[in-house]
């Protein structure tokens, strides 16, 4: 099963199924990218949240974070859909990392201090396209929250 809108990163050779740990890290940072641009200010906070969480939750070196990080910021400047994204995320995560990505969305939205309309409409979306519950986001953003003021 091929990532739609991850094809051009695919070699010919490249023919497994399921999605590469560099294909699936991508994922994730453009959904946080389109998170942080929601509000229209894509902010410097946000994109150093952006690298942040993709070095110590993701666990990607900080040498590959940037390029990773600009990899998707390319996928999300040709306007990707959020129902494209987090149907490549629900192909390739389970329940449990899709929950933690969400704590990561969270996060990024946070950064800035508040979570405004736009950004809040988005949430309410990507939660039903994910398939999860109220609950689900309230504790991921609990949990969001908490992570912030630990690092504060």
């Known amino acids: ?15 497994l199924t399921g ?3 560099e294909e699936k890290n991508i994922l994730i940072a453009s959904l ?10 894509f902010s410097d906070d946000e994109i150093i949240k952006i690298k942040s969480l993709l070095n110590t939750k993701l666990n990607i070196d900080s040498n590959d974070v940037n390029a990773i ?3 998707a910021l390319e996928i999300t400047q040709d306007n990707v859909e959020i129902y494209s994204l987090t149907k490549d995320i ?6 449990e990392e899709i929950l933690k990505i969400l704590e990561y969305m969270w ?3 946070l950064a800035d201090g508040h979570v405004d309309d736009f950004e809040a409409a988005l949430m309410r979306k990507i939660i039903g396209l994910f398939h999860l519950t109220g609950k689900d986001s309230s504790i991921a953003k609990e949990n969001a929250l908490n992570s912030l003021n630990n690092q504060s």
């Open 1 to 15: 099963m091929m990532l739609n809108f991850l094809e051009k990163f695919k070699s010919e050779k490249a023919e």
């Open 19 to 21: 999605a590469t740990s």
């Open 32 to 41: 946080l990218i389109e998170c942080a641009k929601e509000d229209g200010d």
């Open 69 to 71: 990080f600009d990899a």
């Open 90 to 95: 629900r192909d390739n995560f389970s329940h």
């Open 107 to 109: 996060a990024v939205m």
